[in-house]
Nanobody, 123 residues
Framework: QVQLVESGGGLVQAGGSLRLSCAASGRIDSTFPMGWFRQAPGKEREFVGVIGTNGNFKAYGDSVSGRFTISKDNAKNTVFLQMNNLKPEDTAVYYC????????????????WGRGTQVTVSS
């Protein structure tokens, strides 16, 4: 059993910053690739970013590249998503996911998911 718990969401004004955390526990390897996705009402789940096993590999979705940064603390089994220069279109529920079988951009390939944390950006 693997548990992923996101935290750090909230309401912020456009241009502001938030830092999300995803704490992993249970039968999970700290070296698993970890991804962040988001889903706005009426839209499909969107790839935000991924961090590889040792943190050396990172990739971001086009809409957040240059504004969001992923990092991880393997000792604490925690992944972070630093979000800067937030925009109203960043409003969504943000999910972390672990251990993709195939493409790390495809949410269907991830084996474990958290319940999400709401991020709301006001204009």
């Amino acid at each position: 059993q693997v548990q992923l718990v996101e935290s750090g969401g909230g309401l912020v004004q456009a241009g502001g910053s938030l830092r999300l955390s995803c704490a992993a526990s249970g039968r999970i390897d700290s070296t698993f690739p970890m991804g962040w996705f988001r889903q706005a009402p009426g839209k499909e789940r969107e790839f935000v970013g991924v961090i590889g096993t040792n943190g050396n590999f990172k990739a971001y979705g086009d809409s957040v590249s240059g504004r969001f940064t992923i990092s991880k603390d393997n000792a604490k089994n925690t992944v972070f998503l630093q979000m800067n220069n937030l925009k109203p279109e960043d409003t969504a529920v943000y999910y972390c996911a672990a251990d993709p079988d195939g493409s790390w951009r495809n949410p269907d390939d991830y084996n474990h998911w958290g319940r999400g944390t709401q991020v709301t950006v006001s204009s």
